[in-house]
DNA sequence: TAGATTGTTAATCGATTAACAATC
DNA sequence: TAGATTGTTAATCGATTAACAATC
């Protein structure tokens, strides 16, 4: 179905766009739609849209556009969201904890299957639906259970320390809160980093410079 | 001090990076850097961390290298982190909490100046040091005290409401965790967004890439 | 058939890497 | 002075945009 390119990683960050437009239009009982019309309801161009979607092959059609539901469903093929990923949180402090109850797992491929903390004061209290073991089990866990993705919700040292543990595991998926830099050490992994402390100076970095080039301009 | 070429985005979202890794230079007492030595050290080439710090102007010294402490203090110069924008945030659920315990605001150039919340539960219940204020009350709020940027932990709806509220306060500064696209409707505004559902579908989407091409090997 | 709109190729733009003269 | 390393220009690479033939 899909052609063997590799799909750039520029391409594969507006995935998840094209995905949440798709599904409102579907909601919204619109069936069809061209590339130029999609554009301007997500301030891209019409070609960069067709590319983008060419990539995993012909799903439209000429003269008449794209069919919603169908490029819907391819989307969602692309991006596995059918998987079931088995996964782990590592951190159930506010981070993790946010985390938890904010996202929702099971609709973009993963199923959360433990929660793992090292302090002793919330280890056997539930989350969730889903008691908080022991960070010293880890290794035994992971042993037992097959896990294809962490999330780690803790600080740069633990993330160091269990991203050791986990990969001698075998698990090569990480949804990395941390500043610890998994790809540096470990070649065959995936990682996709939120670093939200540096997003934030990102923020005031474009603030400040905003705020030059309009001083600049008096 | 600084060069008035403006600096793309792709070198100001490698220079939060840049800065943590010089003050753990500095911390570990390295006053002197080479290009070349920095590049290994953060898995970069040599010429793209001269060709990015060049942006701003001469730092370093042929035959020498770096100067750490100069470079670092340089560098919090221009992301801007000695200033105090002032901030509020939109939202204490649990993503308003997170952000609100994990993030340092102070070290990022921001003081957060109030928390506000519309569901009548947590209104005037204090969370770090904070007071919720009702969401209702914002357009007076921002009315008087002027407001630099606002963290909006809040889902889309909410989120395309207050955002217009802010606007017409003239806050133009946004950290938006929602799926509302600011950027389509106001333009000169500056907004970065984080968007954890599109993030763990990235992740998803590249776990289901790499096993495709896994099993296309066999 | 004529109009619309894709898929795809070519042209442009920007970002990264390589090379090297300038200079500490 | 000789060696090292920057700042900067040139070459390459990749991503975006434009154009248009294919075709529904």
């Known amino acids: 179905m899909s052609k063997n390119k590799k799909i750039s990683m520029s391409v594969v960050r507006r995935l998840p766009r094209y995905y949440r437009f798709l599904l409102e239009l579907k909601n919204n009982g619109i069936y069809r ?16 849209i067709r590319q983008d979607l060419n990539c995993f092959g012909g799903f439209g059609q000429q003269g008449y556009g794209y069919d919603v ?62 008691t908080i073991m022991n960070s010293d089990e880890l290794y035994d866990y992971c042993n037992q259970v097959k896990i294809d993705a962490a999330f780690l919700c803790l600080p740069k040292d633990s993330a160091e320390q269990m991203a050791d543990i986990l990969y001698n595991c075998g698990v090569r998926g990480f949804w990395n809160f941390s500043h610890y830099d998994l790809s540096m050490k470990y070649s065959d992994i995936v990682a996709e980093n939120v670093h939200l402390n540096d997003s934030l100076m990102t923020l005031c970095c474009c603030i400040t410079e905003n705020r030059r080039s309009e001083n600049a301009e008096d």
């Open 33 to 48: 739609i061209s590339s130029q019309a999609l554009a301007e309801k997500m301030g891209a161009s019409a070609s960069q």
């Open 69 to 130: 539901p169908k490029l819907f469903d391819e989307l969602s093929g692309i991006l596995g969201l059918d998987s079931r990923y088995s996964a782990i949180l590592l951190g159930a402090g506010n981070l993790g904890r946010a985390i938890l109850n904010h996202v929702d797992f099971a609709s973009r491929g993963f199923e959360l299957k433990a929660v793992f903390d090292k302090n002793p004061e919330i280890i056997d209290s539930t989350i969730n639906g889903l």
